[in-house]
């Protein structure tokens, strides 16, 4: 059973256009994130829930918008899609209790390119 | 805020020698967590190893090893006896105890010859 998994693993689609990746861990871990990775390769954090609250929210435009229906999911919604969206976005969750710490466990990863 | 920092964009070695990669952060907090991660061509993060900031003692797990050295922020990764499946991209990670937040250096590929 794949531990965290995202949908779709590929997304092509055109600018200006909107679009959702889901993610959905069945860890029990109660934080979850969203990562953006460029072409570079910089992992950078987008967005942290923790038991569906939001927790991060990196100074990423507005055009996106995690959903969390439950602590299981986290979904991410991107309107009005740019040329610079382009890049692969990672889900992952993780526990922590005190010093009960888990690393985090990550999505195959969703590659999304703006045309 | 804190940072991470990877300072060889690249590394080779060869087969079976030896081989480290740096990393240094920077942090006010006392309590953090440090990862090593891996991200072969198929793209998935794997977890290398793990090390809790409160634990002296290096952390390894087999032919990976560390050196944290709390003092100075710095958290090396060392790969015994390399092997070519070792060849990625190798990400150190930061986890803050206090805030869940979880941020990563810019990586290093490393390449591994015959």
């Known amino acids: 059973d794949t531990a965290v998994s995202q949908t779709p693993k590929y997304l092509v689609t055109q600018m200006g256009n909107d679009k959702s990746i889901k993610c959905e861990q069945n860890?029990?871990?109660?934080?979850m994130y969203w990562y953006k990775q460029d072409s570079k390769k910089f992992l950078k954090i987008m967005f942290s829930y923790n038991n569906k609250e939001l927790i991060i929210n990196e100074t990423v435009p507005n055009r996106f918008s995690p959903k969390s229906p439950d602590k299981a999911h986290l979904n991410l919604h991107i309107n009005s899609l740019e040329l610079g969206d382009s890049a692969v976005y990672f889900c992952?969750?993780?526990?922590?209790?005190?010093?009960?710490?888990?690393?985090?466990?990550f999505g195959q990863g969703t590659r999304l390119t703006v045309v | 805020a804190q940072t991470v920092t990877q300072s060889q964009p690249e590394m080779s070695v060869q087969e079976a020698e030896t081989v480290t990669l740096s990393c240094t952060y920077d942090?006010?907090?006392?309590?953090?967590?440090l990862f090593w991660y891996k991200q072969p061509p198929s793209r998935q993060m794997i977890l290398v190893i793990r090390?809790?900031?409160?634990?002296?003692q290096n952390a390894t797990e087999n032919r990976f090893s560390v050196n944290f050295q709390k003092a100075a922020k710095s958290f090396s990764l060392k790969i015994s006896d390399s092997q070519l499946g070792d060849a990625a991209m190798y990400f150190c990670a930061y986890l803050s105890y206090n805030t869940d937040k979880l941020i990563f250096g810019t990586g290093t590929r490393l390449q591994v010859f015959p």
């Open positions: 942090t006010s907090e006392s309590d953090y967590y």
């Open positions: 090390q809790e900031a409160y634990k002296q």
């Open positions: 992952a969750s993780s526990f922590a209790r005190g010093r009960i710490v888990t690393e985090a466990f």
């Open positions: 860890l029990g871990h109660d934080t």
